[in-house]
C-alpha cells in the first residue's frame, strides 16, 4: 500500500510528504517510541497502523482494537493516522478519545475488544510520541511482538484488507471514573495534593479521588501540553520537589503526582519526603500481605532488596521475585505467575485480582495508597516509612547513551562484574555476593550494598540505581564504582540527574 519506509527523510521537501518515515530505532522492546518529525512522520504512523494490522491477522486475533491518544498538541493527529493504517489492513477501530492509558486497557475490559494501540509518549519530553499495544489483555506487547511488528513495518509486509471500520465511543471516561468510585469512600479524612504536571491525568485524577472522599489540593492539574513547569514524570526530582512544597504549604497527608499518560504514581509523605516507589512498594506489601498471607510481589530489579529482607514481610510469608524492568515484562511475569502485586520502582504498579485487572494504573496505586491509610488510622505515611527498616536509595539516574550503542555497552558492564566475581575479586574490600543478570547486571556486595546497570527500554540511555543498608556513604561509594565502570565506555554521556 505503501512505499517502503525510508529511516530519514528531509523535511519541507516532495519526499517527506509522500513517503513514510519510519526510523528502525523507534521499535523498542516493548513498545514504540520516536521523536515526531524527525524519526517519524504521518504516512509512517499509517504505516505502522497497517503493520499492526497485518500482525492482528497474522496472530488470528479478532480484528477489534481500542484506540485513545494522551495530552500533546499532536498526539490526535497521530492517533487518527494510526486509525486510517489500521482501517486499511481490515481492522475494526474503537475510539476512546482523550484518554489515559489505563483508560485504554480498561476499555478491552469493558468495551470486549481484545486489542489496544494508545497513543502516548508517557513520561518522555515533549517531542516524542510513541505507541503502546497489545492482544492480549492485560498484557502489552514484548520482545517477540515488537521484532515481528518491525519486520512487517520496515519490509513492507503488511496487507491491505477489507472489514475495517471505525466508531467513536462517546464519554468513555464516565465508564472508566464509575468503574474506580463504584466503591465505599474513605472512612478516615485525607488530605492529598495531587499534581498532574498539567499532563493528561489532570482531566482525571481530582475527580476520581474527591468522589472516595479525599480532600484534593490540586498542583498543576489544568491541562497545558507545553508543560509549561515541569515534565509530567514522578520519578524526576523537580516534579516530586513540586509536590514536596505543596505539601509542607497546604498540611496535606500525602503528595500523590501522575505521570503524562497516567500509569504511574509518585508519592511524597505529610513531611514532604520524596519516597521512592519501590519504598512505597514495601508499604503496601506489609499492609496487603496481612491480608493475603504467603502472596508473592513481583519486583523489578531496580527495586529495593527490602521485599527479600523486610522482617515483617518475612512474618506474613511474603515472597519476592525480582524480574525485569519495564511494563510489559512486570505484566507478564504478574500474570503468568499469579503474584498479588508486581511493583517498579518507577512507579508502575500491577494490581491483579482482587484489587485490579493485572495491568500498571496510576489511579489504581494511588486508591490503594489511600486504602493503605485508611486501615491504618492514627499512623501517618512518614511513620509507617520510618517503620521500614533504613537504607540509602538514589533516584533513577540516566546517563545518555545511543539506541545503537547501549545494549553493547551494557553487555561489556555485564561481562565486567562478571569476570571480577569469578575471580574472586573484591568491591572496596568486599566480595561480590550476588549477580543479577537477568536485566542488565545488578552487583551486591557483602554488607548488601548494590548498584544495578541496564539499558532504558525506551530512551537512548542507560539505567543507574543504587542502595545501601548501611550508610548514604556507602551507597555513595557504589555510584562512584559503578559510574567508574561505565566511564571506561566513551559512549556514555552526561547524566540526567545524578548523586
Known amino acids: 500500500m505503501f512505499s517502503l519506509p525510508q529511516p530519514a527523510l528531509a523535511p519541507n521537501t516532495y519526499a517527506y510528504e509522500t513517503q513514510p518515515l ?42 477489534d482494537i481500542v484506540v485513545g491518544h494522551d495530552f500533546r498538541a499532536y498526539s490526535a493527529s497521530i492517533k487518527h493516522a494510526l486509525a486510517n493504517g489500521l482501517m486499511a489492513a481490515g481492522v475494526r477501530v474503537y475510539d476512546i478519545g482523550l484518554a489515559l ?65 471505525y466508531r467513536y465511543v462517546p464519554d468513555f471516561p464516565e465508564v472508566y471514573i464509575r468503574d474506580l468510585t463504584d466503591r ?43 508543560f509549561p513547569k515541569y515534565n509530567p514524570n514522578p520519578e524526576d526530582l523537580e516534579m516530586l520537589h513540586a509536590m514536596r512544597d505543596a505539601v509542607l504549604a497546604s498540611g496535606a497527608d500525602v503528595g500523590l503526582g501522575f505521570d503524562g499518560d497516567g500509569d504511574r504514581c509518585g508519592v511524597v509523605d505529610n513531611h514532604g519526603e520524596e519516597i521512592f516507589a519501590d519504598k512505597v512498594g514495601v508499604m503496601l506489601a506489609r499492609d496487603l500481605s496481612v491480608l493475603h498471607p504467603g502472596a508473592t510481589f513481583v519486583v523489578d530489579v531496580k527495586s529495593t532488596g527490602l521485599f527479600m529482607t523486610d522482617p515483617v514481610l518475612i512474618a506474613n ?20 505467575s499469579g503474584a498479588l502485586v508486581g511493583f517498579e520502582k518507577s512507579g508502575h504498579y500491577f494490581f491483579n485480582a482482587p484489587i485490579g485487572r493485572g495491568y500498571d494504573d496510576g489511579l489504581v496505586s494511588a486508591i490503594a495508597i489511600l486504602d493503605m491509610l485508611d486501615r491504618n488510622p492514627g499512623r501517618s505515611l512518614a511513620e509507617l516509612n520510618d517503620a521500614l527498616p533504613k537504607t540509602w536509595s538514589s533516584p533513577t539516574m540516566s546517563p545518555h547513551c545511543a539506541d545503537e550503542k547501549k545494549y553493547g555497552v551494557v553487555d561489556a558492564v555485564v561481562r565486567h562484574f562478571e569476570t571480577m566475581a569469578a575471580s574472586g575479586a573484591t568491591i572496596d574490600g568486599q566480595k561480590i555476593r550476588d549477580l543479577v543478570t537477568v536485566n542488565g547486571v ?29 550508610s548514604e556513604a556507602r551507597m555513595r561509594d557504589m555510584f562512584r564504582l559503578v559510574d567508574g565502570v561505565l566511564r571506561a565506555h566513551p559512549e556514555v554521556g552526561a547524566y540526567n540527574q545524578s548523586l
Not at 517510541?33 to 504516512?43: H, K, Q, V
Open 22 to 63: 519510519v526510523k528502525p530505532t523507534g521499535f523498542r522492546e516493548y513498545d514504540a517510541r520516536w521523536l515526531f518529525g524527525s524519526e517519524i512522520n504521518l504516512m509512517g504512523v499509517q504505516a505502522l497502523g497497517l503493520g499492526l494490522g497485518t500482525l492482528i491477522h497474522e496472530l488470528g486475533v479478532r480484528p
Open 184 to 226: 465505599p469512600k474513605l472512612n478516615t479524612r485525607i488530605k492529598a495534593v495531587v499534581a498532574c504536571g498539567n499532563g493528561t491525568a489532570g482531566a482525571f485524577a481530582p475527580r476520581i479521588l474527591e468522589a472516595l472522599g479525599v480532600e484534593v489540593v490540586p498542583l498543576d492539574c489544568d491541562l497545558d501540553f507545553t
Open 317 to 336: 510469608g511474603a515472597k519476592a521475585d525480582y524480574w525485569k524492568t519495564g511494563h510489559s515484562y512486570m505484566k507478564r511475569r504478574v500474570n503468568e
Open 442 to 470: 545488578r552487583v551486591t556486595v557483602e554488607d548488601g550494598s548494590w548498584g544495578l546497570v541496564r539499558a532504558s527500554s525506551n530512551k537512548p540511555e542507560l539505567v543507574v540505581v543504587v542502595e545501601s543498608p548501611i
Open 101 to 165: 492509558s489505563p483508560m485504554a486497557y480498561f476499555a478491552q475490559f469493558a468495551l470486549d475488544v481484545p486489542c489496544v494501540a494508545m497513543v502516548t509518549a508517557s513520561h518522555n519530553d515533549n517531542g516524542w510520541t510513541g505507541v503502546k499495544m497489545g492482544v492480549n489483555r492485560p498484557l502489552t506487547f514484548g520482545p517477540d511482538e515488537m521484532s515481528r511488528l518491525k519486520q512487517i513495518v520496515l519490509s513492507g509486509a503488511d496487507v491491505a484488507r477489507d472489514g475495517g471500520g
